[in-house]
């Protein structure tokens, strides 16, 4: 019968094209400006506390995390993700308004930021949602891969185009002062527009078309019964193997997201310039977003490695982290802290990280169906931004020295790694998919 072997439809890729480009430009907004604090600080008058809110917005966002869990179970793809647009519209639209008063705009400016941080939950946890009900089983490691990871790509944007379009505070002389701050608040507003015109434009492209769900499922996971969201809670709560990956990837991802939204702060005190530091993030996010898909793609073809495959990330990640951290104590160690040394570290860092998050989220699915692929997901992505809101909220007292940040890099990629070490992994989606559908 036709149900037993699913069937996909062409258009799964403009789904999965529309959902990654909210996520991009999620990513890009969430990440304005931690890049340019710098130039902010002149042009707006931000304080180290606003650049410092401006990123914890993101992490705080993920609040009503379990309301959007809800309404994807309940509701579906279009409704959630509809919502989910219309915030970012109305967040990106209010760090837009031109009013006079600079208190009034920091206001605003901080709004648009916390509307923003409330569609982190769709983007960041529907990804194994979306590839379950439009993609066939030896593509949803891909499918996965390439909607998580798009959000992160936006990140990296960010990294990129403020530095490029804003230009620093530079100039010992006053006079130069004050004639770059009209400047560079001129190319912060050209930014802020640039990206309200991108979010509104995805918000009308998802409202013309964006289904809930294909006509026929592609395979027999995506057309079986799913646990209520009641007994879905019940039941990761109490699953133990569950909880501990859970741990394993919260604890290093929501540590290496806190650290890289304030990468500038962390890399100014060695005298690394805003541009660099955008460079190292820019280069450490996208190397990430391409192993990763490209070990998606490899976890697709070979089905059931992908414990494996996150040991060899972990064990990268815990030696790169540690490079980076000994470089920046070169009073102590005295290993050469060069340009090259430095983006070294931090883009093999990036990249072990970054291309585990949808391998992660395939083990979640795998471990605990038949609860719905959103509720797992959300949960951990939940996780690990609690640990990364508790970090960034130590640094709004302890940011005048940066080593015990650094540290708590290796720790938790070393900790992660003993977690993953310790797991028993089974594949219960995978197996329902190849058995029954024989």
Not at 30 to 49: D, E, H, K, M, V
Not at 174 to 184: E, M, V
Request: aromatic letters at 14%; a positive charge; proline letters at 6%.
């Amino acid at each position: 019968p036709p149900l037993l072997s699913g069937r996909v439809y062409g258009r799964r890729w403009l789904v999965l094209l529309l959902f990654s480009l909210l996520g991009f430009a999620q990513g890009l907004v969430w990440n304005t400006w931690g890049p340019i604090q710098n130039s902010a600080r002149l042009a707006f008058g931000f304080s180290g506390w606003d650049i410092a809110l401006l990123v914890f917005w993101g992490p705080i966002g993920f609040a009503p995390c379990f309301f959007f869990m809800w309404l994807m179970d309940k509701k579906g793809l279009r409704v959630t993700v509809l919502l989910t647009s219309s915030l970012m519209v109305l967040g990106a639209g209010l760090r837009c308004v031109p009013v006079s008063d600079l208190e009034i705009r920091k206001k605003l400016i901080h709004g648009g930021q916390l509307l923003n941080g409330l569609a982190g939950p769709t983007v960041m946890n529907a990804a194994p949602f979306l590839s379950t009900t439009w993609f066939s089983p030896d593509e949803r490691a891909t499918a996965t891969a390439i909607a998580s990871l798009l959000n992160y790509l936006g990140c990296a944007a960010a990294f990129l185009v403020g530095p490029l379009v804003v230009p620093p505070p530079n100039g010992t002389a006053q006079l130069l002062w004050l004639g770059s701050a009209p400047r560079i608040k001129d190319r912060i507003e050209a930014v802020l527009y640039a990206e309200f015109g991108m979010v509104s434009l995805i918000f009308s492209a998802a409202l013309a078309y964006f289904p809930s769900r294909p006509p026929f499922p592609p395979s027999v996971a995506a057309a079986s019964q799913r646990l209520s969201y009641r007994r879905s809670f019940c039941r990761l709560l109490s699953n133990f193997r569950f909880l501990m990956i859970a741990l394993a990837y919260a604890i290093p991802l929501g540590v290496f997201s806190g650290w890289s939204g304030v990468l500038d702060l962390i890399l100014t005190p060695i005298h690394v310039s805003q541009v660099d530091a955008g460079w190292i993030g820019f280069w450490s996010v996208v190397g990430g977003c391409v192993v990763g898909i490209a070990m998606a793609r490899f976890a697709d073809f070979i089905r059931g490695m992908l414990k494996f495959i996150l040991l060899l990330l972990l064990s990268g990640a815990t030696l790169a982290s540690t490079w980076f951290t000994l470089t920046c104590l070169t009073t102590v160690t005295h290993l050469p802290l060069t340009t090259a040394t430095l983006y070294t570290s931090c883009i093999l860092l990036g990249i072990f990280l970054n291309s585990s998050v949808p391998i992660f989220f395939e083990l979640f699915v795998e471990t605990v169906y038949p609860v719905p692929e959103g509720i797992s997901c959300g949960v951990v992505t939940f996780l690990s931004n609690v640990f990364m809101g508790v970090l960034l909220f130590f640094l709004t007292f302890y940011h005048t020295e940066f080593s015990w940040f650094n540290w708590c890099l290796p720790g938790s990629c070393l900790l992660s790694l003993l977690l993953i070490l310790c797991f028993r992994e089974s594949y219960d989606r995978l197996y329902l998919d190849v058995v029954v559908s024989v």
